[in-house]
């Protein structure tokens, strides 16, 4: 053989072994993409060939002889430029990848604020009742702080589990509320016409099983709706559409809002429909078909309670009636609008209301807004009431950040119950709604209901921790 057949042979050996290398290198470069989309980890896509793979492919065919590129090269670059493409393909365009980071901080500031100031108005709204009931001035700010420290440990635990953990509890949760509901009806402890409360001996608290249910609902509603999303919303059959959407689900809020109103708790009943509503709206269900069935339902067993107890419609009846006695039946009303209006623009200063000296009956519970207006006046009115603006609009953010149906509808729903509380107290007191029980959140003195609340921040701050994206 003579040396230029010898040359013609390394020539050709050459060619191949660059034939072969770009094989691999589309090759391996396909299985990467491949084995990224089916280990969920987010890829993006090109309109063209990445221009890594096809420039590394492309100068190595440079470094052959070959001017020409031959059919085997430029099959190979072609398989290299559509892989990543058919890699995300079931994916669709995706140039965001989901990060998982440090709780929202900005709910967190918030969440401890409303905390804070709700816990300095227990204090000064409460010290004359306790000494009026003969108590220790501090004996309700004392337990209230005992509360928070409680519940904010709570709330750490909550919000470090996976969101994924809080969905497969959602059925228990609402299971648990359900069964105490019935409990509290046999052995529950009586204050006037109402029994809602479930008394632990020795640990001297009590438990209010209404408020595990309005965490309760949320998360079933949202868990339901994340299983049947496709039979719910718009484009699924009339007649799947009306049981998946409307009767399934509003099931389960019909059967909460019966147990609660057995209790004689017509406020709590009030705010269980309408968060349940809310989530089933956001959720996708028929507004037409939940229209006209939770309208009847609400009308009729509305009408219904207020016949039963003469209490509940004389309520009705003082507010409508301009010249209700403000000194028999509106008296408490009457007393936190006083307080409300000797509070003018910048309030008395805070510690110095005289409407909460025995004029204000439980100035730490439900009227404990007024207190907070009297002595810090318009300016401390708007200040909390932007704070709780601003809450409400962090909470959305977060819920249309989640990472799935059921986190959405979970954040969405608390956030809602939390908002619908708030303006609910505020209308009651002043004078914009009958008056009816209805506690201010982060404010009015309670146990179980603030320590059940940052439970259910806890479970917001969960969820905030996976509602963070990335560009690629």
Not at 193 to 206: F, P, S
Not at 400 to 423: E, K, N, W, Y
Request: aromatic share 10%; glycine share 10%; charged share 15%.
């Amino acid at each position: 053989m003579n040396s230029g057949q010898k040359e013609i042979q390394r020539q050709k050996a050459g060619q191949n072994q660059s034939h072969r290398r770009v094989k691999i290198i589309g090759t391996t470069s396909a299985a990467k993409n491949q084995a990224k989309s089916s280990s969920g980890v987010a890829v993006k896509s090109y309109d063209a060939a990445p221009p890594t793979s096809v420039g590394y492919g492309t100068a190595r065919a440079k470094k052959t002889k070959a001017s020409t590129p031959l059919p085997t090269q430029v099959n190979a670059q072609q398989e290299r430029a559509v892989a990543p493409t058919n890699a995300t393909a079931s994916e669709g365009r995706r140039e965001y990848i989901r990060v998982k980071v440090a709780p929202d901080r900005i709910m967190i500031v918030l969440i401890l604020l409303l905390v804070s100031i709700g816990s300095v108005v227990v204090f000064s709204a409460s010290y004359p009742y306790a000494l009026s009931r003969g108590l220790d001035s501090y004996y309700y700010v004392r337990r209230q702080i005992v509360f928070v420290a409680l519940g904010l440990f709570v709330m750490a635990v909550i919000m470090r589990l996976p969101h994924t953990l809080i969905k497969r509890c959602a059925p228990i949760v609402y299971g648990v509320a359900f069964v105490l509901l019935i409990v509290v009806l046999f052995i529950g402890v009586s204050e006037g016409a109402a029994r809602r409360w479930i008394y632990i001996k020795g640990a001297g608290i009590t438990i209010q099983p209404s408020e595990i249910m309005k965490a309760g609902l949320v998360m079933m509603l949202a868990w339901y709706i994340d299983r049947r999303v496709e039979d719910i919303q718009k484009g699924a059959p009339t007649k799947r559409r009306l049981i998946y959407g409307v009767i399934v689900p509003g099931a389960f809020i019909v059967a909460a809002c019966g147990l609660v109103l057995l209790e004689k708790h017509l406020s709590g009943t009030l705010i269980l429909f309408i968060i349940g509503a809310i989530v089933m709206f956001i959720g996708g269900s028929s507004v037409g078909w939940m229209s006209v069935i939770f309208g009847a339902l609400g009308i009729s067993s509305g009408t219904a309670y207020l016949l039963a107890n003469p209490y509940a419609l004389q309520r009705v009846l003082t507010f409508l009636d301009e010249n209700a006695d403000k000194l028999d039946e509106e008296w408490q009303t009457y007393q936190g609008l006083l307080a409300i209006g000797s509070g003018g623009l910048f309030g008395l200063g805070l510690g110095e209301s005289r409407q909460k000296f025995s004029y204000i009956s439980q100035p730490q519970n439900d009227y404990i807004f007024t207190v907070w207006c009297e002595e810090m006046g318009y300016i401390g009115a708007i200040t909390v009431i932007l704070i709780f603006i601003v809450f409400i609009w962090r909470g959305f953010t977060i819920a249309m950040r989640a990472p799935d149906t059921f986190s959405s509808l979970t954040v969405f729903g608390i956030i809602s119950h939390v908002a619908i509380q708030a303006i609910l107290n505020v209308a009651v007191v002043t004078d914009t709604i009958p008056n009816t029980g209805i506690s201010l959140p982060f404010f009015s003195y309670g146990g179980s209901s603030l320590i059940i609340l940052l439970a259910e921040m806890g479970v917001v701050l969960s969820i905030s921790r996976y509602s963070r994206q990335r560009k690629l």
